[in-house]
């Protein structure tokens, strides 16, 4: 799968146990917390665009997150927990329309989530 990103997009293979993050900015700080700055994002930047393949395994779970997905997943491991058996399968839009909708004390970030559930057995 080839894969473009700019600015605070990530994207997250299911793994066994949670989401693990492939690709995206790194945004813990030595202190543990969070960074929220983001420096690259259209039109402004369009030349720090970056990309590059990743090889899926049949059965693989992808989600494209913006941060306020993909933070909550990197600070909170039950959060992390949840998502990765909630979407280790398809749902149905209205569910998982409800998943993304949540609400976090002091988290006032977009939460968009594109998911995408590829065949068993499809690894080239």
């Known amino acids: ?20 993050q492939v690709i995206g900015p790194a945004k813990a700080r030595a202190d543990g917390l969070h960074s929220s700055e983001v420096d690259a994002y259209l039109p402004q930047r369009p030349e720090a665009a970056q990309g590059r393949g990743v090889v899926l395994p049949g059965g693989a779970t992808v989600a494209v997150v913006t941060d306020g997905v993909g933070d909550l997943w990197t600070a ?13 399968a398809p749902v149905p839009v209205p569910l998982f329309l409800n998943d993304v909708c949540f609400d976090v004390r002091g988290e006032q970030d977009d939460r968009t989530a594109v998911v995408i559930w590829s065949p068993a057995g499809a690894a080239r």
Do not use: T
């Not at 909170?76 to 280790?88: L, M, S, V």
């Open 76 to 88: 909170h491991q039950r959060a992390n927990a949840y998502f990765h058996e909630r979407w280790g």
């Open 1 to 20: 799968m080839w894969l473009g990103w700019l600015g605070d997009v990530s994207v997250w293979l299911r793994g066994g146990q949670r989401f693990e």
